[in-house]
């Protein structure tokens, strides 16, 4: 499978950064694959199920994890990096994703 750089991420503590910008994108196809790496500090990463909020997930992204989301995650899940008050460092995260 060959993977696409498509979006680079650099935040903070204090920044929110929301819920799959890029679920509608057409020449992802229907059930798109995406790698996303993480360089810096290790900070929450969270699922909620779009039909059933009552469903959430929640694991810890550290430097230089690969997270990969399949299937349907893209179409049923919204995804985040919550904002935090708590002092952390930088975290850069790179997102690559197969272009149809």
């Known amino acids: 499978m060959t993977y696409d750089p498509h979006h680079l991420n650099m935040a903070d503590a204090d920044v929110f950064i929301y819920r799959t910008f890029f679920n509608n994108e057409r020449d992802l196809g229907t ?8 360089f810096g500090a290790t900070r929450s990463f969270q699922f909620q199920h779009k039909n059933r909020k009552e469903l ?15 299937g349907t995650t893209q179409q049923g899940w919204r995804h985040q990096v919550p904002k935090t008050s708590r002092p952390v460092g930088p975290r850069i995260n790179l997102t690559f994703r197969v272009v149809i």
């Open 31 to 38: 059930n798109p694959t995406i790698g996303s790496v993480s």
């Open 56 to 70: 959430r997930a929640t694991v810890d992204i550290g430097h230089g994890d690969f997270l990969v989301m399949r």
